[in-house]
């Protein structure tokens, strides 16, 4: 491991460290608690859904085979058996020849097998019903076990819950779900010139911007991360709270000490704790000056004190550790949805990192839209403030020619 | 406004209809809370962002005019003046002939203009400094007021907050800001065949899917909906839970009654209460059984009961509903971000409606995913679980073809 000092990793091999931490044991949640959330053991039903077969449109129930041929001027009648209220499983079975007036949603009674919308009926009187479509076994009804059959697994562990596995959870009556914890965070600031946000600065202070930019990004990834107050920028602070924040939390963030200076120290606090340094320096552009070290077990990483630089760390590599540890086995594999843009011009990049550049889209109708590029120094908020998203250059590239079609993460 | 009773509007209709709605008035919150709110007035920087020139680098701070020209093979040499610590602004100006030691983040001198970075200097020891790079002025610093300058406009009104815009509220000091208030929303359920998640239903009944579903979606949409117990499939039952409703909450969602009977009450139950019906179906599929009203003012939506159907009314018209009386002012005009996919076969539509149709996505190396439509009843959770994605198929179109490329929204 010893080498991560001397060269900076690449993306693949920073995922592949991250990867080594074991994510942590689950817990169980109520649904509300559990969306987003992975399932820590597949869930399997323990009843059919639906019970029975269920009318997915208002009108009757009939035998298909009793319908067969009717058209608007060749009409087929059968005789109202009965009206099936919604909530209850029909006691008697379909009489040949026969329908059952039946609502969105109500069971059908036994024998019938589809249903003919309302809309291509009549009600005649005296209990004659008119049908003027034919329909096919199965037509216009949700089929009994269709969406879950007993002792089927309809949720693989390690699934990530949207919001229709939490409804399909209701339907199944799980409301207390076994899911992985989401971990907790430590957001540890250090740098001696900075204020709380809330605080006037005296000259030569400036207000702590990072601590509120990645507290954001993280609560909207679903942590709730713990801000700690700012730590003195020297050996003794950072590593007091450094302690702290790896006895209490299962994620160490540690965001400034830009300088070299500074890096040094977060260096020797970290080896004066035990801890393993696994990276130092990583080949993207922004965010080379990143730390990863494990300590007492558990990750701790040193983001560039740049905010830009530290949202981008964030974004490759702190997000998908959260949902690594959080249970989700294809965390890191996870394709990022993008979306396509044409690029307004040449952007240079130096070959052997990889390169992540802000753009600001401009839509056009019907064409895809153009991502200018911001540049721009990253210890600068100007930049992020401006960019809609986000391009990745390869290491491998040097650059990317201008009209060339280009994908855009959003940010 | 009566003919909704007679036709289903278009999605651009229904927009227009809530568009009519009032965003609601603006309120106080913390940048943690401020998170994806939306400002309500403009943001005007009352100081310089950065307040002097900083270091962008650790280096030596220099005026570029005196290094002009140096280079490996022939280096230009300075006097260190000063080591300028980080937290303070220097109080004695740069000497001509001279250079200050600086830390990336410190303040430059008066008269510096530029930083050299290190690795391109040498201390020779005794106050000599061998520079080895040229720079220009500018070069590795901050410029004082890049970021924002005193009584310039850094936020418009109708600003998203993201984590970025969190990070200059801080870096300013607006640590309380006047954002849109984020509607309140009552979530009813209603269906005689209902019981809660937490209850064994009886044979004929079933679980409550749609509440813990659309709610899950709302919270996703940064909404704290309440969800009502569960409303009796009456005429009182639903009217007394949509005055309760009305009377508490910014936006009401009625879900179920998906039944003619069902409908016919909540309709029956808003005219009691004395609302304007504003629509009475949406030409969209599924959704088109979708009943907007205003109710003591406010915005009343009766959701389709499939949980399918409700899922594409939330999205397409709730959600930026939502934004909408947030204070967003784009929020139906929003391009929603999509991304390319290539459709495995013909899909057929029916025109004069759109049609949004759920799709699996099956990824492939060095191309757009394929998108498998899922194609359903809308009663059915198993199509919402298979499908990764919707496609839209505009209502002047029969369909599309296999093989077209199609823009996917991911659910």
């Known amino acids: 491991m010893r080498e991560g000092f001397f060269r900076a990793v690449s993306t693949a091999e920073f995922h592949d460290l991250l990867r080594t931490f074991a994510p942590l044991p689950g817990e169980t949640a109520g ?10 053991a597949p869930i399997v039903a323990a009843e059919n859904l639906p019970a029975a077969s269920r009318a997915a449109m208002d009108g009757y129930a009939v035998r298909a ?14 005789d109202l058996a009965m009206d099936i209220p919604i909530g209850v499983i029909p006691e008697q079975p379909l009489p040949p020849g026969h329908c059952a007036r039946i609502v969105t949603g109500a069971f059908l009674p036994a024998g019938a097998d589809a249903v003919v919308m309302v809309e291509y009926t009549e009600d005649l009187g005296a209990g004659a019903i008119e049908m003027r479509r034919p329909v096919a076994p199965g037509d216009n009804i949700m089929l ?26 209701a ?3 799980h409301t207390r779900v ?12 250090t740098g001696d010139e900075l204020v709380p946000a809330e605080a006037t600065p005296r000259p030569g202070q400036i207000r702590d911007v990072n ?5 954001a990004m993280l609560r909207q990834a679903g942590a709730a991360p713990t801000t700690f107050a700012l730590v003195p920028d020297d050996l003794a602070g950072i590593q007091a709270a450094l302690a702290e924040a790896a006895a209490g939390y299962d994620l160490t963030l540690l965001s400034g000490g830009s300088s070299v200076g500074a890096r040094d120290f977060t260096l020797d606090a970290l080896r004066n704790l035990g801890a393993d340094i696994l990276a130092h320096g990583v080949a993207i552009s922004p965010g080379k000056p990143t730390i990863l070290a494990s300590l007492a077990g558990k990750p701790a990483i040193g983001l560039p ?12 590599f702190v997000l998908p550790l959260l949902r690594h540890l959080a249970g989700d086995p294809a965390a890191f594999d996870r394709a990022v949805r993008t979306f396509p843009a044409v690029l307004s011009r040449n952007v240079a990049s130096k070959q052997g990192r990889e390169d992540h550049v802000r753009v600001r889209l401009e839509d ?33 590239l040097e650059g990317l020619a201008g009209n060339t079609e280009v994908a855009v993460r959003p940010i």
């Open 305 to 316: 004190g740049q905010v830009t630089s530290a949202q981008i760390v964030l974004l490759i």
């Open 144 to 169: 009994a076990a269709e969406d879950a059959a007993i002792g089927q697994t309809v949720l693989a562990g390690g699934t990530v819950l949207r919001p229709q596995e939490i409804g399909l959870l």
């Open 65 to 78: 085979a009793e319908v067969f041929g009717a058209t608007e001027s060749n009409p087929g009648y059968l």
């Open 178 to 189: 076994a899911v992985g914890k989401m971990p907790t965070v430590a957001l540890l600031s």
């Open 364 to 396: 056009r109708p019907g064409q895809p839209p153009l991502a200018h590029p911001v540049l721009g120094k990253s210890g600068l908020l100007k930049t992020l403030l401006m960019a809609d998203g986000l391009i990745t250059i390869p290491a491998d």
């Open 211 to 215: 601590s509120h930019t990645l507290a």
């Open 171 to 173: 339907a199944l009556g």
């Open 31 to 40: 649904l509300d608690a559990a969306l987003g959330r992975v399932l820590a």
